[in-house]
């Protein structure tokens, strides 16, 4: 890229990297998609000082924590398996953080995980792993 491409980019807002433009690219794609599926929208990237939720759901009477993993291959590994012991854990501790703001309700709680897939630059799958993984422990709710 030239220099004038560069200050095209930056005066048109779009200086942010390649990553984070895929990832916001797979959290609105994830969001529609769950949305289609008589999920209720809550809240994007809530974020407490342990850490950050990508999206929060209700379903029935339920609260979906949503991570969203978005890739542009598969090559190596499916893109759920970033979602690591420790990503578990930090999520654990966001969710409950998240659950005292609101005054720690008596509703369910899952984890779920979309994967996102891109080709070109546009997405080209999405799946919905519903309940992944349980709250790490020791943390509780409930």
């Not at 005054?103 to 792993?129: M, S, T």
Request: include cysteine; charge should be positive.
């Amino acid at each position: 890229m030239n220099l004038l491409e560069t200050f095209k980019k930056r005066f048109a807002g779009d200086d942010k990297p390649e990553h984070l433009r895929r990832g916001e690219l797979g959290e609105h794609a994830a969001k529609k998609h769950l949305q289609r599926q008589g999920l209720k929208f809550l809240t994007a990237n809530f974020r407490s000082k342990r850490g950050e939720i990508d999206l929060v759901f209700r379903d029935d009477d339920c609260l979906a924590f949503v991570e969203v993993k978005t890739r542009s291959s598969e090559d190596w590994t499916r893109p759920a398996a970033a979602v690591d012991a420790r990503k578990r854990r930090l999520l654990s501790q966001t969710a409950l953080d998240y659950l005292r703001l609101l005054k720690n309700p008596q509703v369910k709680i899952r984890f779920d995980i979309v994967e996102v897939l891109l080709a070109d630059g546009r997405v080209c799958e999405i799946r919905h792993l519903p309940n992944t993984f349980p709250m790490e422990k020791p943390y509780r709710y409930g």
